[in-house]
């Protein structure tokens, strides 16, 4: 891989999209690489994934304007289509993952961090979705995204005004979980990853399917999901190791993703 760099932690694995002196902008050949590299996760062995931008300036500073800037109308809707064929892979990855936000994540960085199931980022984040100021739209389901996890009005307000918003701002809107000094972002990342790679694996990606699969449903539909769900976990070897370490006062637990 020229641009993405894939590291594992014990049961983290590590995204890194590595071309910081273009501030990580996304390519077709990054994107390639991304989809790549997501195939390529074991998910029998990682139990959460991370992913981040080299360097301190960016996590990602958005899609690659040059190459953009060609594309015929038939060419946009593929490259749009293809952008969130990728990220809705991400989204929809089995194990949970983590933003580790870095700098800028404008446009295609703000989007990719949003299929993420957790954001954390640095004090020097800074987030938006400034397309419109290039006559375009967010192609890569910013426009989706951001009205679900925010409110259609502040996504509105973001969108149409093409503002870029700071750390302190994305965590009083819920855009982001936390945020932290940039020399504790990885670190806290990994500790979060670490936390949830601890609980019992078919679980925790059962609790993500179940919130994923629970909001795009009405009430009644998602309990019928989440019961279903929570009845697989007991024909689980995780189930029986976790409710026998309660019932013994055992504090260790050997969770085999079983």
């Known amino acids: 891989m020229e641009f993405i760099k894939y590291e594992v932690e014990g049961y983290v694995g590590i995204i890194t999209i590595s071309r910081p002196k273009a501030l990580n902008a996304l390519t077709s050949v990054v994107l ?27 996590f990602v500073a958005g899609a690659d304007i040059g190459e ?28 949970p993952v983590i933003a580790a936000v870095n700098g800028f994540a404008l446009g ?12 954390m980022c640095s004090e020097n984040a800074k987030f938006g979705q400034p397309e419109v100021g290039l006559g375009i739209t967010p192609g890569f389901g910013g426009t989706l995204r951001l009205a679900r996890l925010v409110s259609p009005g502040m ?7 093409a503002g870029i918003i700071k750390a302190d701002r994305a965590l009083q809107i819920g855009l982001v979980n936390s945020v932290h000094p940039i020399e504790e972002l990885l ?3 990994k500790k979060l990853a670490a936390q ?4 019992a694996p078919i679980a925790v990606r059962n609790s993500k399917k179940a919130i994923n699969e629970g909001l795009e449903v009405g009430m009644d539909e998602a309990i019928k999901i989440e019961a279903a769900l929570f009845g697989d976990c007991f024909e689980t ?4 190791e976790g409710m026998g370490a309660f019932l013994e006062k055992r504090k260790e637990k050997n969770f085999i993703n079983k």
């Open 196 to 199: 949830i790679s601890a609980n």
């Open 237 to 240: 070897a995780d189930q029986k």
């Open 32 to 58: 390639r690489e991304l989809d790549e590299t997501i195939d390529a996760v074991d998910l029998d062995a990682i139990r959460c994934l991370i992913i981040t931008g080299e360097g301190e300036k960016s």
């Open 108 to 119: 295609g960085g703000c989007e990719i961090a949003m299929c993420c199931d957790i954001r």
């Open 155 to 161: 996504a509105k307000e973001m969108i149409y005004g």
């Open 68 to 95: 953009q800037s060609t594309l015929t109308k038939e060419q946009g809707v593929a490259w749009g289509l293809n952008g969130n064929r990728i990220f809705r892979k991400i989204e929809t990855l089995p194990i």
């Open 187 to 189: 670190p806290a990342a």
